[in-house]
T-cell receptor
Framework: KQEVTQIPAALSVPEGENLVLNCSFT??????LQWFRQDPGKGLTSLLL?????REQTSGRLNASLDKSSGRSTLYIAASQPGDSATYLC???????????FGTGTRLTIIP | DVKVTQSSRYLVKRTGEKVFLECVQD?????MFWYRQDPGLGLRLIYF???????EKGDIPEGYSVSREKKERFSLILESASTNQTSMYLC?????????????FGEGSWLTVV
């Protein structure tokens, strides 16, 4: 069964810095990995989806990478802004399985 | 624009009550999901539906049932609510043509059982 881990649970970074959020998974048969953002008391918003045939995806200041051999995905945020403060979750699924397994998230705070 | 709507944002129910949580999506998605989210435990899948009238148990189905009579609507039912079901419940949907589709979430329903 796929297990997904996100460390650290919380991270504080000064505004303007570039930062990397980490996601580890146990099953290298992962088919896709998604990154989500969650604001307090709200639902999840999909940020990026990487399929196993891809190594990375980019959207604006966000770049997500996937390394199946090492069991890792990273979310890179460039030039961080206070509005980036939120909890970021990653989730993976294996081929033929529509169900995602979620990490517990990293709570990011950007300090003005 | 993609939309998953959970009709109730905040509910307070008494122990033993029957509770219905409703979810509607407007994207003609085949797959719909119910998760619960608890501090320190993350999101856990309760039930999954891949078509009308079709359902599959997730990781924590005990104490819950679901109904999908129409493609756009997926209901979560707590037959007899208990205090350990106090949680945030999240509905989601995705296309069912193949794995690897973006999943879209609703805003969540906060349920308190007293």
């Amino acid at each position: 069964k796929q297990e997904v881990t996100q460390i650290p649970a919380a991270l504080s970074v000064p505004e303007g810095e570039n930062l990397v959020l980490n996601c580890s998974f146990t099953d290298s048969a992962i088919y896709n990995l998604q990154w989500f953002r969650q604001d307090p008391g709200k639902g999840l918003t999909s940020l990026l989806l990487i399929q196993s045939s891809q190594r990375e995806q980019t959207s604006g200041r966000l770049n997500a990478s996937l390394d199946k051999s090492s069991g890792r995905s990273t979310l890179y945020i460039a030039a961080s802004q206070p509005g980036d403060s939120a909890t970021y979750l990653c989730a993976g699924s294996n081929f033929g399985n529509e169900k995602l397994t979620f990490g517990t998230g990293t709570r990011l705070t950007i300090i003005p | 624009d993609v939309k998953v709507t959970q009709s109730s944002r905040y509910l307070v129910k008494r122990t033993g009550e029957k509770v219905f949580l409703e979810c509607v999506q407007d994207m003609d998605h085949e797959n719909m999901f119910w998760y619960r989210q608890d501090p320190g435990l993350g999101l856990r899948l309760i039930y999954f539906s891949y078509d009308v009238k079709m359902k599959e148990k997730g990781d924590i189905p005990e104490g819950y049932s679901v109904s999908r009579e129409k493609k756009e609507r997926f209901s979560l039912i707590l037959e007899s609510a208990s205090t350990n079901q106090t949680s945030m419940y999240l509905c989601a949907s995705s296309l069912g043509s193949s794995s690897g589709n973006t999943i879209y979430f609703g805003e969540g329903s906060w349920l308190t059982v007293v």
